[in-house]
T-cell receptor
Framework: DSGVTQTPKHLITATGQRVTLRCSPR?????VYWYQQSLDQGLQFLIQ???????AKGNILERFSAQQFPDLHSELNLSSLELGDSALYFC???????????FGDGTRLSIL | LAKTTQPISMDSYEGQEVNITCSHN???????ITWYQQFPSQGPRFIIQ???TKVTNEVASLFIPADRKSSTLSLPRVSLSDTAVYYC???????????????FGSGTQVVVTP
């Protein structure tokens, strides 16, 4: 058990819709990372937060946004969903920053 | 940005030692080398981290030469359950992150057969 909790585990929705993925980091970890993994693109870094502030931004689309709240949990918002957004979305955390240490089990998003 | 290069795949038999080398020619002074293991449909799992020379834990060993431009993950006596994708990342432990260091490469698919 990594200590990182992601909800929901599965999400099925239609094109054009909006969804929110939630992540609770491991207790004591201040940094949260979001990754997208699809079959043809491997693990893609989306964004990192550290103690509520954006720290690094990767290949995150403008239709996607994220934030980290004062209690350190994070949410990834995906809007105007397209078929190509179907993927596993992983959240990770680390104590201070640097490289991610603990990964959650992911949210599997399926767009119909 | 410490871009990493790994072999795409490696095959092994049960009981053998598997060594995966990662090249990171642009590693910075403050960078650490971290290896992850990922099974299908699961999040990556942190295996081992090191800065120089050799690090060993209950799962693997990590060998880092003096110039630190490469590192080798060693999996002793692999079993079928070690079949997975292995990634190396290079970055610092602190707060000076950059998106390039947080980007996973293609990793190395290790297949262990009986």
């Amino acid at each position: 058990d990594s200590g990182v909790t992601q909800t929901p585990k599965h999400l099925i929705t239609a094109t054009g819709q909006r969804v929110t993925l939630r992540c609770s980091p491991r207790s004591g970890d201040l940094s949260v990372y979001w990754y997208q993994q699809s079959l043809d693109q491997g693990l893609q870094f989306l964004i990192q937060y550290y103690n509520g502030e954006e720290r690094a931004k990767g290949n995150i689309l403008e239709r996607f946004s994220a934030q980290q709240f004062p209690d350190l949990h994070s949410e990834l918002n995906l809007s105007s969903l397209e078929l190509g957004d179907s993927a596993l979305y992983f959240c990770a955390s680390s104590p201070q920053g640097g490289l991610p240490q603990h990964f959650g089990d992911g949210t599997r998003l399926s767009i119909l | 940005l410490a871009k990493t290069t790994q072999p795409i795949s490696m095959d092994s038999y049960e009981g053998q030692e598997v060594n995966i080398t990662c090249s990171h020619n642009n590693i910075a002074t403050n960078d650490y080398i971290t290896w992850y293991q990922q099974f299908p449909s699961q999040g990556p799992r942190f295996i081992i981290q090191g800065y120089k020379t050799k690090v060993t834990n209950e799962v693997a060993s990590l060998f880092i030469p003096a110039d630190r431009k490469s590192s080798t993950l060693s999996l002793p006596r692999v079993s079928l359950s070690d079949t997975a994708v292995y990634y190396c990342l290079v970055g610092d432990k602190g707060t000076t992150d950059s998106w390039g260091k947080l980007q996973f490469g293609s990793g190395t698919q290790v297949v262990v057969t009986p």
